[in-house]
């Protein structure tokens, strides 16, 4: 018997040129590249239904890891099945990046990518959470965090203030 997912999003939504899901050093499963991809590239959209900002707010706050904000009115509920892209992790040195176009997000290589090379990007997780976010992306230069990267000083204050303080 199908599951709702597969009666309704046969296997050939979860094919992609680019990509593929197996299992990862990072956090249980990853994206992989199926083979070398360029920079610049847009390799797979984070797809998923569209929600209002009230309804995404929500959905995190009951612990929906894979929502992703797309505009001011707007969040893609990326938890669903069919999602390909909600299988990239996060790394402090990422190799895409998440780039927002016709009411669409791309993960988009920022260098070249080798094949077989796991595909992450920053998540741009906020400083408010942070030490609820541990990182294990095994980068040399980890922050540690799971947060953007133009919120790192913030975070290096803070914990310079609880040490001090």
């Given at each position: 018997?199908?599951s ?8 050939e ?8 899901v ?24 984070y ?9 995404g ?8 890891v ?8 707007y969040?893609?509920d ?5 999602n ?8 402090c ?11 669409q997000?791309w993960l988009?290589a ?20 942070y030490?609820?976010?541990?990182c ?13 990267q133009k919120?790192?000083h ?6 310079s203030?609880?040490n001090?303080?």
């Amino acid at each position: 018997m199908k599951s709702v997912a597969e009666e309704n999003f046969p296997a050939e939504k979860m094919e992609n040129a680019y990509v593929f899901v197996d299992e990862s050093d990072v956090h249980h499963k990853g994206l992989f590249a199926k083979k070398d991809i360029p920079k610049g590239t847009q390799m797979v959209e984070y797809i998923g239904p569209l929600v209002p900002k009230k309804e995404g707010n929500r959905l995190s706050k009951d612990g929906n890891v894979y929502v992703f904000s797309l505009d001011r009115k707007y969040d893609i509920d990326g938890s669903v099945p069919w999602n390909l892209a909600r299988y990239a992790n996060h790394s402090c040195r990422p190799n895409t990046e998440s780039v927002g176009r016709d009411n669409q997000i791309w993960l988009e290589a920022m260098r070249d990518i080798k094949e077989g090379e796991e595909i992450t990007y920053d998540y741009c997780y906020g400083v408010s959470e942070y030490k609820d976010n541990p990182c294990e992306c095994g980068h040399e230069n980890c922050f540690g965090y799971i947060v953007s990267q133009k919120h790192i000083h913030k975070v290096k204050k803070n914990e310079s203030d609880e040490n001090t303080g």
